[in-house]
């Protein structure tokens, strides 16, 4: 490979992305005066009479607050406030958004008060600039999550679930706060690399799962096309790199090839009559990335690196235009999407179409009108861009907001639904990665529907309305019935068969459905029709699992510790987190653990070696014997009370560990025991080694067990298994089978067995029945 210098890197780098006016921005230090004057060139290029006296009063006053502070590149750090500004004037925003952007760090990193900036500057300015510093802990609070001695992942999930929420709150007050954070973290990720490695990585990471899906919902591509770049690059740096290298040598012939292609449908256009305006588009490095990943192919293999973009006045001359290029190359079938009949939920709008080059090269062609390609590369920030009216004042363009932020709607419907942090983050993510893959489908009416890809009558149906799905008992298809698992095609009609007898939706459904709006009303009826049942349960699930672990639940079960676990994992309220815990959504073990490390933190009640051993000595047994009946020595001690743990049954040959009860002696559990791993810091100090007997007789006694099958069910299975045991004089003391909607079978066998060796005999044996997948033990 031939060697390219950096400086031809950096200008390919440039070629591919949308900065390339305001890069000398972040390539090397520039004062901030110049910046100053960048920024109101970029104001006039869309509003050429715009009053900037707001923008340069907002410049002013942050140049004076920030005066004597620094970024980490050394640079003054009013020079972040002004690119931020400069981004947003790229975006054509209004001119309390511009001025908000100069703002946006005086509340949190000078002494500037709300009242000041109120007085300054007026309540819409303070709205935007509040809500943008409200987000600011986002990486923050993750960051202090990740230094701290007893952080954990789970932990800086439940933080990063926590500022969605504040994100998306934000957004309910005013979008272009969010416009403002994405602005925010463009600039951040084009100056990464004054950052140390583990700030790169945790920032490209948090900002390729939430900042670039939010930035693609919102419809700007402006802004999502380089955050995405930029997160490969610090992410992926060698195969960003690589992908730079191989696009540069590349280069004349791609050229070439996209310059006669261009030319060519121009002259073709023209020649019937119409106005347009045609350009070839540079595919971006991570849609490159993401292709070659995808398709496992080499960039050799790729020769769609670029699309032809033609732009027309009406949506009438696009299918004329569509028309002309079908006529001129030939399209590949199935390759062919109308976004401006069925529009993606982001209000994006195009036809799209692959053609035959003329020397056999496939290439793309997307058709839209001006205001189409507006929409496709601001998004929703396209509505406040000023326009002249008659009498010379700025007016806002009007749009249907409750058309456009139908899914920002959608996200504070589940915030209000939601207790848990967790299960928001799961949910708004997986409603990301489902976006870009959607299904159009009608309702008998008519209307069209847009749902992730693979989704059901059941999705189709909560999307109508939730009312519809609880009461939904059958599905129609272009006319003919189908099953509740029918997955919808592009174009199918579909109605829904509803019964005012229907009992509600079932929790199969959960495993059905792809939408997550759906997943959320399932979960939201059963929360709330069955809640009272969920209270209950949940109480004696926390009761029996305290008492499992010697835990008296009435020292623990007060509120100063109540709070904790509302506040760790966002309820409102302690009937809201036993509700959860009653339908499983959340473990008892992790409420019991939590508010007992809470309590010994209050009574700091250390134990020491003499107390164990005085524990030990309180439950010696009265046998005069050398050998222990349970065949356990403890810490050097034969004859010691000892009972084996129900979670994991440990039976000889299993590695054990001891825990020291309070008042039942020890507790003997399997070192993979999951109770083992989720013990405190504080309870760790309670285990105590423990062993078999060097000379136990397997013989001797027999050890409960448990194993779970995993099988293709069919008839006669459990048939087979049972006359295995038999076979082996073996007793099955309990048995239980379930089978999901995959046909596969969970089969629970609980019975007597003399020692490791003869439990993995038969295990081995039942692994030759037919259509048994695996084998495992229970571990907790």
């Not at 050394?74 to 908000?100: F, Q, R, S, W």
């Not at 993750?142 to 957004?171: C, I, P, S, V, W």
């Not at 507790?667 to 109770?675: A, V």
Request: hydrophobic content about 35%; overall charge neutral.
């Amino acid at each position: 490979m031939a060697d390219i210098s950096k400086e031809e890197l950096e200008k390919i780098e440039k070629e591919f992305h949308s900065h390339a006016d305001s890069i000398k921005a972040i390539k090397e230090f520039v004062s901030p005066d110049d910046l100053y004057e960048e920024l109101i060139e970029s104001i006039k290029k869309y509003h050429p009479s715009a009053d900037t006296s707001l923008v340069e009063k907002a410049y002013k006053w942050a140049f004076d607050s920030h005066q004597g502070q620094v970024r980490k590149s050394g640079e003054p750090y009013i020079a972040h406030p002004l690119c931020v500004a400069i981004i947003l004037a790229e975006l054509e925003m209004d001119k309390e958004t511009i001025a908000a952007g100069l703002l946006h760090d005086v509340l949190e990193d000078t002494a500037a008060t709300k009242e000041e900036l109120e007085e300054e500057f007026g309540a819409e300015v303070l709205l935007l600039v509040d809500g943008v510093t409200k987000l600011k802990h986002l990486h923050l609070s993750q960051k202090e999550k990740k230094t701290g001695k007893n952080k954990t992942a789970t932990d800086r999930l439940e933080m990063q679930a926590e500022n969605l929420r504040k994100m998306f709150l934000a957004m309910a007050k005013d979008i272009r706060v969010i416009i403002i954070k994405l602005a925010d973290r463009l600039h951040n990720m084009r100056t990464l690399r004054y950052q140390s490695k583990e700030a790169q990585t945790r920032i490209a990471r948090e900002t390729q799962e939430i900042y670039c899906p939010i930035a693609q919902r919102l419809g700007i591509s402006k802004i999502k096309i380089e955050l995405e770049d930029l997160s490969l690059k610090y992410l992926e740096p060698e195969a960003y790199y690589d992908l730079v290298e191989k696009v540069a040598l590349r280069k004349s012939v791609r050229d070439d090839y996209i310059k006669s292609l261009v030319e060519k449908v121009d002259e073709q256009v023209k020649k019937a009559g119409f106005v347009a305006d045609v350009s070839g588009r540079a595919k971006h490095f991570f849609s490159i990335y993401k292709k070659m990943l995808n398709q496992n192919k080499t960039i050799d293999q790729i020769y769609d690196l670029f699309a032809i973009r033609i732009l027309v006045d009406s949506i009438k001359d696009c299918y004329a235009v569509l028309g002309i290029m079908h006529e001129m190359y030939k399209p590949i079938p199935g390759r062919f999407k109308d976004y401006i009949a069925m529009p993606k939920p982001n209000m994006y709008q195009s036809l799209h179409t692959t053609l035959i080059g003329p020397s056999g090269q496939p290439f793309e062609i997307q058709i839209r009108t001006y205001e189409m390609h507006r929409t496709a590369e601001y998004g929703i920030a396209a509505h406040w861009k000023y326009k002249e009216a008659n009498n010379g004042m700025e007016t806002k363009t009007t749009v249907s907001e409750e058309e456009k932020l139908s899914w920002l709607r959608q996200i504070l419907e589940w915030q209000q639904d939601m207790a848990d942090n967790k299960e928001f983050l799961k949910l708004l993510k997986s409603d990301l990665d489902l976006f870009s893959d959607t299904v159009f489908c009608f309702t008998p009416s008519g209307d069209v529907k847009n749902l992730p890809n693979g989704s059901t009558p059941i999705d189709f149906a909560y999307s109508i309305h939730s009312a519809v799905g609880n009461k939904m008992v059958g599905a129609r298809v272009n006319g003919k019935l189908v099953p509740i698992d029918y997955t919808i095609k592009n174009g199918d009609r579909i109605e829904i068969i509803t019964s005012g007898n229907s009992r509600g939706p079932s929790r199969d459904w959960l495993s059905i459905v792809r939408s997550t709006q759906a997943k959320n009303k399932i979960n939201q009826w059963f929360r709330s029709e069955l809640k009272e049942e969920n209270i209950a349960k949940g109480k004696e699930l926390l009761l029996s699992c305290a008492k499992g672990k010697g835990i008296d639940f009435s020292d623990i079960n007060k509120p100063e510790y109540q709070e904790k676990i509302l506040r760790k994992y966002g309820f409102h309220d302690w009937k809201s987190c036993l509700a959860t815990v009653g339908h499983g959504g959340l473990k008892e073990s992790q409420v019991i653990n939590k508010m007992f490390e809470e309590y010994q933190k209050d009574h700091l009640v250390r134990i020491t070696d003499e107390e164990v051993a005085e524990n030990i000595a309180e439950n010696k047994t009265q046998t005069e014997h050398r050998r222990s009946k349970s065949g356990i020595v403890v810490k050097g001690l034969y004859d010691v009370a000892v009972h084996f743990s129900k979670c994991c049954s440990p039976v000889p040959g299993d590695e054990i560990v001891g825990f020291v009860t309070r008042g039942r002696g020890v507790s003997i559990h399997r070192t993979d025991c999951i109770n083992i791993f989720n013990l405190s810091e504080i309870e760790r100090e309670r285990l105590i080694e423990a062993e078999w007997q060097a000379d136990i007789n397997e013989q001797d006694c027999e050890y409960f067990t448990e194993i779970n099958l995993y099988c293709q069910d069919r008839s006669g299975l459990l048939v087979d298994i049972s006359k295995i045991f038999t076979e082996r004089n073996i007793n099955i003391t309990g048995l239980f089978s379930k089978t999901n909607k995959q046909g596969i079978a969970t089969i629970n066998v609980s019975f007597y067995t003399k020692g490791k060796r003869e439990m993995n005999s038969l295990i081995e044996r039942l692994k030759q029945v037919d259509s048994i997948i695996d084998i495992r033990r229970t571990t907790g």
